[in-house]
């Protein structure tokens, strides 16, 4: 089983500034099964970018994924208010999915 | 608009089977492009994928689970249904029923979640 590993735990910003996530796995991940997800209190988590890459329909371009191998990052370009969530990262192998702990980006 | 929506109850006894039910709404659960998914969250595991299941009843099953889990689909209802034997407090979670899209291999659509404890 691919372990993912997110960093950092949390992340404090200040709204208008540039989040960057970072997603290591523990052994290679095809970049096409490598998808990230935005989740907000009481809410189920949402597709932000698919394919380490693609933004999913509906979000905004101030979302963007990059990576490969093991190493996989997603940014914000500029936060905004409703930006401030936990992001997932998750992954598919071998007809396996796991996900990464999560990194809360939070107002400073 | 597609939309999952999670049933069951909220309190299981340890050693008894969780069972829990989605009801798919606004499309048909009988497309070849998607497959149907439990997904369940704590704040001590995170996010942990239970097993997915189409249409066809063709299924996979997370490893550190399978012994435990059956999952099942009702083409007439357009429901998926999740069973979990023997739980213990560490199946105590949220539970989401999720749609998996092969074209694009995500989970891209969620339902609101149903909130499982396990206690006598």
């Known amino acids: 089983e691919i372990v993912l590993t997110q960093s950092p735990g949390t992340l404090s910003l200040s709204p208008g500034e540039r989040a960057t996530l970072s997603c290591r796995a523990s052994?290679?991940?095809?970049?096409?099964?490598l998808n990230w997800y935005q989740q907000k209190p009481g809410q189920a988590p949402r597709l932000l970018i698919y394919?380490?890459?693609r933004r999913a329909t509906g979000i905004p371009d101030r979302f963007s994924g990059s990576g490969s191998g093991t190493d996989f990052t997603l940014t914000i370009s500029r936060l905004e208010p409703e930006d401030f969530a936990v992001y997932y990262c998750q992954q598919y192998t071998n007809f396996i999915f796991t996900f990464g702990p999560g990194t809360k980006v939070d107002i400073k | 608009q597609l939309q999952l929506l999670e049933s069951g109850p909220g309190l299981v006894k340890p050693s008894e089977t969780l069972s829990l039910t989605c009801t798919v709404s606004?499309?048909?659960?009988?497309?070849?492009?998607?497959?149907w998914g439990w997904i369940r969250q704590t704040p001590g595991t995170g996010l942990e994928w239970i097993g997915s299941i189409n249409y066809s009843g063709a299924i996979y099953y997370n490893p550190s689970l399978q012994s435990r889990v059956a999952m099942s689909v009702d083409t007439s209802k357009n429901q998926f249904s999740l069973k979990l034997d023997s739980v213990t407090a560490a199946d105590t979670a949220m539970y989401y029923c999720a749609k998996y899209n092969w074209n694009d291999d995500t989970f891209d659509m969620w339902g609101q979640g149903t909130m499982v404890t396990v206690s006598s």
């Open positions: 606004g499309g048909s659960i009988s497309s070849s492009y998607f497959y």
């Open positions: 394919a380490a890459s």
């Open positions: 052994q290679s991940v095809s970049s096409s099964y």
